[in-house]
């Protein structure tokens, strides 16, 4: 008998939603159970199995010396390493303290500042160990988690889109918000993912899969500040879940220093 391909979700600093996506996936989930051996996955049982693993999922970024060390270890044990989500793949809106004093912070919020343990910033997983492969979304895909999953069981490239959120505006024939209502959108170079759902409802998009393939914020943000659209709303905008993917840090980083 085959042995099935194993595979681990592990957790760093986030909020479960894309371990949630999985676990959503139900029909879905059961034909990925067939297809591997979930060896270790917390959020869905109590049983682990030791590695090494043919596949890891990581969700969350790195903000604890115990993160950098512990994503190490994980690294040696998967044969593939997959990371899930805007927070291991971007910083995740925790990466918002990049641009601060995390120690101030920590002042306001802590009873006891001393006994918190941190660094001074939030970063994507692929910062500190090699990453095969990355989903991208706040929270993911649930249909690209399982397609993910059954690429790399059948041992074949993922099916994962790498145009931008505009194509799905017109697959649902929504309106251009930027177009018809003057609205600063991220749509033009934000990847695809979630299906245009804020454009849908006469909201901009807020980037929530991070930069698509040749993004040009930049660009973008000449194009709303030329159109009358306040610096300071732009950089709030591109400042959001994947505020740390080099794409939007460069464009938010551009506009504020040129406003200042």
Not at 65 to 81: M, P, Y
Not at 131 to 160: M, T, W
Not at 200 to 209: D, H, W
């Amino acid at each position: 008998m085959t042995k099935k391909p194993t595979l681990a979700v592990f957790k760093f600093a986030s909020c479960d939603g894309c371990q949630l996506s999985l676990l959503d996936a139900e029909d879905e989930l059961l034909a990925v159970a067939g297809a591997v051996e979930i060896a270790y996955f917390l959020e869905a049982r109590t049983q682990q199995m030791d590695g090494p693993y043919d596949v890891g999922l990581v969700e969350g970024s790195i903000t604890t010396a115990h993160d950098e060390k512990r994503i190490q270890e994980i690294r040696k044990q998967c044969r593939f390493l997959v990371t899930i989500g805007a927070c291991a793949t971007a910083g995740g809106i925790q990466a918002l303290r990049n641009w601060a004093n995390v120690d101030d912070f920590i002042d306001h919020v802590y009873a006891h500042p001393d006994y918190i343990q941190t660094l001074k910033t939030s970063t994507p997983v692929s910062d500190h160990v090699p990453v095969d492969f990355e989903l991208r979304g706040c929270p993911i895909n649930k249909y690209q988690l399982v397609e993910l999953v059954a690429s790399l069981v059948h041992g074949r490239k993922p099916r994962v889109p790498t145009y931008s959120v505009c194509l799905e505006c017109k697959q649902r024939g929504t309106v251009c918000v930027a177009v018809a209502r003057g609205i600063a959108c991220l749509g033009p170079v934000t990847q695809a993912g979630c299906g245009a759902i804020c454009p849908s409802y006469c909201r901009e998009c807020f980037g929530c899969y991070g930069p698509n393939e040749r993004a040009n914020p930049i660009s973008l943000s000449r194009h709303y500040q030329s159109v009358g659209v306040p610096s300071d709303h732009v950089v709030r905008l591109l400042r959001n879940f994947n505020a740390y993917a080099p794409a939007f840090r460069q464009a938010s980083n551009d506009l504020q220093e040129a406003n200042s």
